[in-house]
């Protein structure tokens, strides 16, 4: 078979629902999933620092539950083992798409639900008005302290945001190197084909995701500061919680652009050179007679 072929075959059985588990199996695991949610909010549990806990529920039912969800929608869905770069990618992505206040049992459950994948990983939005919710419930000793919390939590966003990109760029250039082997082969098994095309696709939708989550968050912290504005005006602490907010705005941008350096701003073009700062009459040898 061609390559043509192949790769047109291989794009056919790659969009080609597979068959699901026996629908005990399948029901079991989507039911539990769902009453974890109804219950208590399937908010991913966290330890010391944040960090997530290692919990049954959320490292093996809800994901199995998410499978089978991302199968009947016809999601792609690779059983391949992670890299150390994708595991590193998913972890430190985490971070960045659950809710800016880890107290949100409301944003967590429905972020943790998309993590998972019974939901579709772009509906797992957080509603930005929450943040300010949450923010206004916490009693503080000082209305300032309100506002520098937004201050620290979008510094705290700034800081991992290029962690974030190293990685994503790894795990980029892998990518491009799996697919390059696959197409390279003459002779390939409908599973490997289409697990490989699964995973990068999987990846290519983490990194979108958590772009998508640092936008919210922007969001979610304006919300909040036009809201306190009127609520407790301090106006010495205006200036640094927009500064804040406006540098992590810089770094989302470079998320947005697939963590690409170059022209991370999205300039359509390079911009002319200025002779006035580059020295008028010297960017070209003198004639010579």
């Known amino acids: 078979m061609g390559m043509k072929n192949m790769g047109q075959a291989g794009s056919a059985r790659l969009t080609k629902r597979e068959p699901v ?6 029901y ?20 010391d620092f944040d960090r997530a806990r290692p919990s049954v529920i ?8 998410g499978e089978l969800a991302a199968r009947n929608r016809g999601d792609p869905v690779s059983k391949f083992n992670y890299t150390n770069d994708e595991k590193l990618l998913r972890d430190r992505g985490w971070t960045l798409i659950r809710p800016p206040w880890t107290k949100d049992w409301i944003g967590g459950t429905v972020v943790e639900l ?3 994948r019974v939901l579709p ?9 929450l943040y300010y919710i949450f923010l206004r419930s916490d009693k503080f000793k000082s209305s300032d302290a309100r506002y520098d919390r937004i201050t620290a939590d979008a510094k705290g966003d700034t800081k991992l945001v290029w ?14 190197e799996r697919i390059r082997v696959l197409e390279a082969k003459r002779l390939t098994t409908e599973e490997l084909y289409a697990g490989a ?11 979108k995701w958590v772009s998508q989550a640092l936008r919210y968050r922007i969001k979610a912290y304006r919300t909040a500061l036009d809201s306190l ?22 770094e989302v941008i470079l998320a947005e652009n697939g963590c690409q350096v170059e022209n991370r701003y999205g300039l359509e073009k390079k911009p002319k050179r200025s002779r006035i700062y580059t020295g008028w009459g010297t960017e070209r040898p003198p004639p010579v007679k």
């Open 163 to 176: 962690p974030f990109c190293e990685v994503a760029l790894r795990v980029t250039d892998a990518d491009r």
């Open 21 to 26: 588990r026996s629908g005990f199996t399948r």
């Open 58 to 65: 959320h490292d093996r039912v809800m994901p199995e539950a």
């Open 28 to 47: 079991a695991h989507v039911t539990a999933a769902l009453l974890c949610a109804l219950a208590a909010g399937c908010s991913r549990p966290t330890g």
């Open 114 to 116: 998309s993590r998972t």
């Open 121 to 129: 990983e772009v509906e797992g939005r957080v509603p930005p008005d």
């Open 229 to 250: 504005e009127i609520e407790t005006p301090s106006g010495d602490r205006l200036w640094q919680v927009n500064t804040a907010i406006k540098k992590m705005e810089t």
């Open 197 to 207: 095309k699964a995973r990068v696709w999987e990846n290519q939708v983490m990194i």
